[in-house]
């Protein structure tokens, strides 16, 4: 049978850092450097300027992936684009990056489908297991995933929000998948969800059992209160739950594939705060050294975070061919996944 492999990795931030001192002195938020830094581990995050959304950062992310694998966006059989933070409610970002892509005009066209996954933190692993499916099938030889997110747009950004708001940070990654009869590539794509749990990390907006779904003033136009607005979490909920599935997860990635963890030569985690990973690492007895992390400098970038690290440790030439890794997320949903791949 057709092996599925990532043939390519790219990653993109965009070029604004913003510190934890400078969500104190831009947006005047009451928190500190040491408070962030001792809870999660974020030193500093990447912001979008206006005017730019997740499919423009995909896209940089996306080039650089099918350069890597020797590719043009019109070898692509499919798109797969995870994001929590798509430019509308309707269409997703997925058909924006493929016409940024240059997918329906001139001697290239060629209406490459995309489809949008909805996932939030584990958006990635749930992309991958899609495109795993699809080349594994047969139904197409080269998909490209791509976890993006613009969350700068919708954070809070006032004392009030300061919980949700220093976790955040924009970016994008992306891989190729790719058809290939070598022994090696993705071994199984592991996942699960709770959905009794959807309200325990969720960004609302609107409801659309409510008539009309958003209130509206008087003269028609809604209005959007701040906890619909914005992102609410029970954060110490959400720290539990993602130190027991994600421990769970990895070990059932090994177990399937008849791997041990000292198998592995590299650990992947979702990086949406350095203590969840470094207690999963401690009860999974993994050695420190065995687990990059990236989070200090671009916070959580949800469904980019495990591309963007991917692309980062290929780039450092620390993930080698021959390396067998797992990969593990968990976030709204409750959703989770794990991966274990032959790189
Ligand atoms: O991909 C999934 C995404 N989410 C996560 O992974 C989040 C998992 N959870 C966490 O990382 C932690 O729960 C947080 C870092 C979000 C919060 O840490 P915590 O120790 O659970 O704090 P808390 O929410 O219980 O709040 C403790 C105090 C509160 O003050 P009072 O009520 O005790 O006076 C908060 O108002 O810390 C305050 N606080 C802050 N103070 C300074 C909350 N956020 C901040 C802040 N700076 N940024």
């Known amino acids: 049978m057709t092996n599925a492999c990532i043939s390519g990795t790219g990653f993109y931030v965009p070029p604004r850092v913003v510190t934890n001192d400078d969500l104190i002195k831009t947006y005047g938020i009451e928190t500190s450097d040491a408070w962030i ?55 997703g970002s997925g058909v924006i990056l493929q016409d940024r892509l240059g997918l329906n005009s001139g001697a290239n066209a060629k209406h490459v489908p995309a489809l949008d996954v909805r996932n939030q933190c584990s958006g990635f ?23 993006a997110e613009t969350h700068s747009a919708a954070l809070d950004l006032s ?48 409801d659309i059992r409510e ?9 028609g136009y809604g209005r959007v209160s701040p906890e619909f607005m914005y992102a609410h979490m029970d954060g110490r909920m959400v720290f539990k739950h993602a130190v027991a599935k994600m421990s769970g997860a990895l070990k059932t990635a090994c177990e399937a594939a008849d791997a041990t963890l000292d198998d592995v030569d590299l650990f992947f985690f979702h990086q949406a705060n350095l203590r969840i ?67």
Not at 129 to 147: D, E, F, Y
């Open 37 to 91: 830094q001792q809870r999660t581990g974020i030193e500093a995050r990447r912001y979008a300027e206006a005017g730019i959304g997740s499919a423009e950062l995909g896209e940089h992310a996306a080039r650089a992936a099918l350069a890597q694998a020797g590719l043009e966006p019109v070898d692509l059989d499919l798109i797969v684009f995870a994001t929590l933070s798509p430019e509308f409610a309707f269409p």
């Open 125 to 147: 692993l749930y992309s991958l297991a899609t495109a795993n499916a699809m080349v594994r099938s047969g139904a197409c030889k080269h998909v490209l995933v791509v976890g």
């Open 159 to 206: 004392t009030r929000g300061r919980t949700v708001s220093s976790l955040f940070g924009d970016g994008a990654g992306a891989v190729i998948v790719s058809a290939t009869d070598d022994d090696k590539g993705i071994r199984g794509v592991h996942l699960g969800a709770d959905g009794s749990q959807a309200e325990t990390l969720c960004q609302r907006v609107w």
């Open 211 to 219: 008539r009309p779904f958003i209130p509206l003033d008087d003269e």
């Open 277 to 343: 990973n470094q207690y999963v690492a401690e009860l999974l007895k993994l050695p420190a050294d065995k687990v990059p992390h990236n989070i200090e400098r671009y916070g959580n970038t949800t469904a980019a975070t495990l591309p963007i690290l991917l692309a980062e440790t290929v780039a450092e030439g620390r993930l080698k061919p021959g390396m067998k890794i797992a990969m593990v997320a968990f976030g709204s949903g409750f959703t989770w996944g794990s991966a274990l791949i032959d790189w």
